[in-house]
């Protein structure tokens, strides 16, 4: 009996399983409404630490909204902001988009989408002419407003310095060693109530949601040391060139479905070089060429929510190359959801999927 009395004293609230930018955001709606947890993780990064962490609420191909992103932007700009303040360090770096335009129809088509309700924050109407010799822009530009990045690989970092010793366990999940009831989680000596799975790609290895159609898309990207390059501005062509301090830049990325390897190749390399080229017009000199596969799902909608058969084991999942602006209120969504708070939004939901998940290998 004094056993059981401990082992409730100190069940945790949760164990998060992954700790990318789903996995932090999860953690801190927990802190912040003061219930424990555990963060089990390998350590050895995944899409969001070498995201650029771009938030651009708008789709650059359509010139239209991203889905609900006017909603993430409102939540996910004070989220970042709290953050800074309690990590005491900067993490997002407001900065316009320069849409460089390829055809002179789409200045007609920047300024009919920019005098919609919705694109109007987001949107400037002007068409810019480009007087940078730098930059291939002969067309001119439209400038996206409201927009820059986050240092997502100096937020994780950092947010893993700030968490205690008994919140973040640096090892490789064993599924093995996971026992489940419908009243609590037992993993090794940890007791929760709830486990969240916010592994990205990895979950195509994870026994209750592998079924799930994440698709995943690998994306390459180079890292590049430019000097006479003095853009202030995220440069969107057909591929995005970030500046991200000093005179570097991240530019990418590939778009590949069928290869799942994290090996990085040089048809990627070369692919990354020939956009760099079509945009700018100035040396550059290749500092690093790295990989990885953004979670993304075949409806290309987020997955979260809990399993059909296991109502304790719940899923933060699917974000793609939204994260940085989704993942703030996805994770309170699935908070809220899991706390009999609210109903999840049925386009996120994982029971739109029930039969993937009721399938059996």
Known sequence: ???????????????????????????????????????????????????AGIYNPTVLKRFSLAWNADVFHQYAMPFYSDLESKLKTQIVYPAQIHKIF????????????????????????????NHDDSINATLGYGNVMSSGRVATNHLINSYKSFLNSDEFIEEEFDFKKLKY???????????????????????????????????????????????????????????FITPIGGDLYWAGATFERNDKTLRCTPEGREWVLNRIHKMISTEIEVIEHITQIRPTVQDRRPLLGTHPAYKNIHLLNGLGSRGVLAAPL????????????????????????????????
């Not at 994770?331 to 009721?358: A, G, H, P, Q, T």
Request: hydrophobic share 40%; aromatic share 10%; net charge positive.
């Open 1 to 51: 009996m004094q056993r059981f009395f401990l082992l409730l004293f100190s069940m945790k609230h949760s164990i998060i399983v992954g700790f990318g930018l789903a996995g932090l955001a999860f953690a801190e709606q927990l802190k912040r409404s003061n219930l424990s947890f555990s963060i089990i993780d390998s350590g050895r990064g995944g899409s969001s630490q070498i995201a």
């Open 102 to 129: 390829n055809k002179r129809s789409e200045h007609n088509e920047w300024i009919s989408a920019s005098d919609t309700k919705k694109l109007a924050p987001f949107l400037d109407p002007k068409i810019h002419s």
């Open 181 to 239: 009831s419908d009243s609590s989680i037992t993993y090794k000596d940890i007791q929760a109530k709830h486990i969240v799975f916010c592994e990205g790609f990895k979950m195509i290895n994870n026994p209750f949601f592998k079924n799930l159609p994440l698709v995943g898309s690998k994306g390459e990207i180079l890292i590049i040391k430019a000097p006479k390059l003095k853009s202030k501005a995220i440069l969107k062509g057909p591929i």
């Open 330 to 361: 996805l994770s309170e969504w699935l908070l809220d959801y899991i706390e009999d708070k609210s109903m999840l939004n049925s386009e996120v939901d994982i029971s739109r999927f029930e039969s993937y998940l009721r399938q059996t290998d």
